[in-house]
Antibody, heavy 122, light 107 residues
Framework: QIQLVQSGPELKKPGETVRISCKASGYTFTNYGMNWVKQAPGKGLKWMGWINTYTGEPTYADDFKGRFALSLETSASTAFLQINNLKNEDMTTFFC???????????????WGQGTSVTVSS | DIQMNQSPSSLSASLGDTITITCHASQNINVWLSWYQQKPGNIPKLLIY???NLHTGVPSRFSGSGSGTGFALTISSLQPEDIATYYC?????????FGGGTKLEIK
């Protein structure tokens, strides 16, 4: 069955770097892009960007350009989200989600990881 | 960016009721809309894609409709397991955007 398994919760200090992994199984990794979505405690969903798992090309939403980096280890069917220079506003839960195209450029996020919470505290 | 406005932001209904959540896009998005369900303490799950198509395993009491800028998610015969927050999302134009969510509670 299709699964996305993310790395565990992180406790970091402001200014540090965190790297979250998302390991896919049950499908051909390079056939589907990987998206990342942020959810602050008690808040809604915010799309951060996605990475083309075939080419490795990342695309970021404007709010996530600069300190955020998406990457892959294709041989391990794993996607990564790295956040540099952590700030208090990064204290939230991050989800990876598989991007499935249902027509043209349109896509939906059909499978999600379990989420990784990041705590930023000095 | 395309803004997605959901209403209501919260909703209380009785078991067995039929409820409708609406989502309005700030631009024409054709049928390029998805709905997600997030139960308390759980991950979001895809319910409906391309405005009206049920994702695998989603009960038939869920249905989606609409095109252009106006969309609706209808849940008929409300069940206890439907307690969740529901989100719409446009997944065609960059950047993808979600509605603010509708929290559904049982009376």
């Amino acid at each position: 069955q299709i699964q996305l398994v993310q790395s565990g919760p992180e406790l970091k200090k402001p200014g540090e770097t965190v790297r979250i992994s998302c390991k896919a199984s049950g499908y051909t990794f390079t056939n589907y892009g990987m998206n990342w979505v942020k959810q602050a405690p008690g808040k809604g969903l915010k799309w951060m960007g996605w990475i083309n798992t075939y080419t490795g090309e990342p695309t970021y939403a404007d709010d996530f350009k600069g300190r955020f980096a998406l990457s892959l280890e294709t041989s391990a069917s794993t996607a990564f989200l790295q956040i540099n220079n952590l700030k208090n506003e990064d204290m939230t839960t991050f989800f990876c989600a598989r991007r499935n195209h249902y027509g043209g450029a349109y896509y939906a996020l059909d499978y999600w990881g379990q989420g990784t919470s990041v705590t930023v505290s000095s | 960016d395309i803004q997605m406005n959901q209403s209501p932001s919260s909703l209380s209904a009785s078991l067995g009721d039929t409820i409708t959540i609406t989502c309005h896009a700030s631009q024409n998005i054709n049928v390029w809309l998805s709905w997600y369900q997030q139960k308390p303490g759980n991950i979001p799950k895809l319910l409906i894609y391309k405005a009206s198509n049920l994702h695998t395993g989603v009960p038939s009491r869920f249905s989606g409709s609409g095109s252009g800028t106006g969309f609706a998610l209808t849940i008929s015969s409300l069940q206890p397991e439907d307690i969740a927050t529901y989100y719409c999302q446009q997944g065609q134009s960059y950047p993808s955007t979600f509605g603010g969510g509708t929290k559904l509670e049982i009376k």
